[in-house]
């Protein structure tokens, strides 16, 4: 699925600007600091401190009150092993590198709390929330110990043993509390820091660290979702911030301010830049997604040349059963998006049965789906007309395909930022004054959530990390016209090595190596509006996709295939 887009393209009021405006000067804001992150709930602060209003934090939250018994449980699916063949690095490793990462900054504690970092760091899988292989819980990384905070109920035997070889400790979700404050408290007698992101670390947690440095006994003060005493303090707290905390051995502790380092967790960098088994992972998995298309794709289009006609539901459905029965499926990876004609405009629509379009000869389709396999993810954009389109239709198609190619054929020196490439994707469509209203890409994990970061091609230009090889992005323009339809194609690649034949200033030059292997639909093109390149470019793609899937298709779907595929 697309991107958010940058505020400025939808002028979305943010939270903070709505209630500096609307609530009246002199009065308070409630909020959950176990629900908003350190960054989040200081800038809120800040906005309503200078209107002369307050934050304050509420124990506990008057919503958990009134939800009461009718609060569903905590979700408990099983957490597994994820294969070292597909993780590539064992977990002891994972760790070592993370305290090389400590020692350099002088953290003795870090407390990791971003369920995917928590999942790849420890090479585990859960399915606590929907499409995204996690599970509910915190890790602390400390100089000799690491614990991981979770329902130990979720462990099965293969879990705990795995956690065993790797050095990892288990201990109650609700104690994070203890183990925080202890770390803060033995931090600031040893003149070393403890580590949190501030955009991923609760205001509740960064309240637990500053009351056991302010004690400097490591007394409990909060745990998660109030089963002990919660913080109730300031989201900013006393200001503590990032800085030399001294070294070690000093005569004196380091002063609690001076503590904590608020700085983004090292984890994001290293998972997001995928090793060789994670990358063949993700080849393996588009070619099970592949196939499932494919043959999804020949059914679709022989059941409407038949004079037959199918809901958006029912097409959501026959797709996943199909990935279903692929090897290592897990799950999907975000709920399809099946929009045919106008549902198509709507960029993250949800198809019910109540409302569903039926998809017959007539309608075009704008389809958005992906798998979870216990080797990687997926994430697939194909927009198809199974009659005669417009020819206005397949303009705007062809120009989103234009800039589609324009992103996948950049070569760029290594540290471009994504927003510096957004507009590669966008231009053939400003050239007839359109655009589109979500970002072009998203980074992606390997097995795990199909939205991650810290890279992004999109317009939100404070997001200035820069694409490395090995990372996986989606390139996925396109365009939506309201109450007629929606197109967009996407592929996922990997940032790769250009052969460029300079490197100008010693840099690395990158460029995108597709992972996906559908194809897509020709009748949709202009060929007269696109250039030799681009024509080029779509054929070498469908040689491509029919090389990778030919060994695994046979009948009717090698058939549909072949056909698919004839160049241009």
């Known amino acids: 699925p697309p991107p958010p887009a940058p505020t400025h393209i939808l002028s979305i009021v943010q939270i903070e600007d709505w209630l500096a405006e609307n609530v009246p000067e002199g009065s308070a804001v409630g909020y959950d600091p176990w629900l908003h992150t350190v960054?989040?709930?200081?800038?809120?602060?800040?906005?309503?401190?200078?209107?002369?209003?307050?934050?304050?934090?509420?124990?506990?939250?008057?919503?958990?009150?009134?939800?009461g018994r009718a609060r569903p449980a905590s979700p408990a699916a099983p957490v597994a092993p994820h294969a070292l063949e597909w993780a590539g690095v064992a977990a002891a490793e994972k760790l070592a590198d993370l305290r090389r990462a400590m020692a350099a900054l002088r953290a003795s504690a870090l407390l990791v709390t971003a369920l995917d970092e928590v999942a790849w760091l420890l090479n585990l899988r859960g399915g606590d929330v929907?499409?995204?292989?996690?599970?509910?819980?915190?890790?602390?990384?400390?100089?000799?110990?690491?614990?991981?905070?979770?329902?130990?109920?979720?462990?099965?035997?293969?879990?705990?043993?795995?956690?065993?070889?790797?050095?990892?400790?288990?201990?109650?979700?609700?104690?994070?509390?203890?183990?925080?404050?202890?770390?803060?408290?033995?931090?600031?007698?040893?003149?070393?820091?403890?580590?949190?992101d501030p955009a991923k670390v609760n205001a509740a947690l960064k309240r637990v660290a500053l009351l056991a440095l302010e004690h400097g006994d490591g007394e409990t003060r909060a745990s998660p979702r109030g089963k002990k005493r919660r913080a109730s303090a300031g989201a900013a707290g006393n200001g503590a911030a990032a800085g030399d905390g001294g070294a070690v051995g000093e005569s004196h502790p380091t002063p609690p301010h001076r503590v904590l380092l608020e700085r983004p967790s090292p984890l994001a960098a290293a998972k997001g830049v995928k090793n060789a088994a994670e990358l063949a992972g993700m080849v393996e998995a588009h070619l099970r997604d592949g196939v499932a298309l494919v043959t999804f794709l020949a059914w679709l289009e022989a059941e409407v040349g038949a004079g037959r006609s199918l809901t958006e539901v029912e097409v959501d459905e026959r797709l996943t059963a199909l990935r279903a029965a692929q090897p290592g499926y897990r799950d999907t990876s975000f709920d399809t998006i099946a929009g045919a004609g106008p549902h198509g405009a709507i960029i993250h629509y949800r198809a019910e049965p109540a409302t569903a379009a039926r998809v017959g000869a007539d309608t075009l389709l704008l389809l958005d789906s992906g798998g979870q396999y216990d080797c990687g993810t997926t994430d697939v954009t194909r927009t198809m007309h199974f009659g005669t389109p417009s020819e206005h239709q397949r303009r705007c198609f062809t120009r989103v395909l234009r800039g589609h190619i324009a992103l996948d054929t950049a070569v760029y020196p290594e540290g471009t930022p994504g927003c510096a490439l957004d507009a590669l994707a966008r231009a053939p469509l400003w050239q007839l004054g359109l655009n589109y209203r979500h970002g072009t890409g998203h980074g992606v994990g390997a097995a795990l959530n199909v939205h991650e970061g810290p890279q992004s091609i999109s317009g939100r230009w404070h997001i200035t990390a820069g694409l490395a090889r090995g990372m996986v992005c989606s390139n996925e323009p396109g365009y939506y016209e309201d109450g007629a339809f929606g197109i967009r194609i996407e592929n996922l690649f990997v940032v790769t090595e250009a052969q460029t034949p300079f490197r100008f200033g010693g840099q690395e030059y990158l460029t995108a190596q597709p992972l996906t292997v559908v194809p897509i639909q020709k009748k949709m093109m202009v060929r007269e509006e696109m250039t030799a390149d681009e024509i080029a470019w779509v054929d070498a793609y469908h040689a491509k996709v029919l090389a990778a899937l030919t060994p695994r298709l046979s009948g009717r779907e090698l058939e549909w295939l072949k056909e698919a595929t004839l160049p241009l």
């Open 130 to 196: 929907a499409h995204n292989p996690v599970f509910i819980s915190y890790c602390l990384v400390t100089a000799d110990a690491a614990t991981l905070f979770v329902d130990g109920a979720k462990l099965g035997e293969a879990a705990g043993a795995a956690l065993r070889e790797a050095g990892v400790g288990v201990a109650a979700y609700g104690a994070v509390g203890d183990a925080l404050a202890a770390a803060a408290a033995e931090a600031r007698r040893t003149s070393t820091r403890v580590w949190l």
């Open 39 to 67: 960054a989040a709930a200081e800038k809120l602060e800040a906005a309503l401190t200078e209107g002369g209003r307050r934050l304050v934090p509420l124990s506990p939250n008057p919503v958990d009150q009134v939800w």
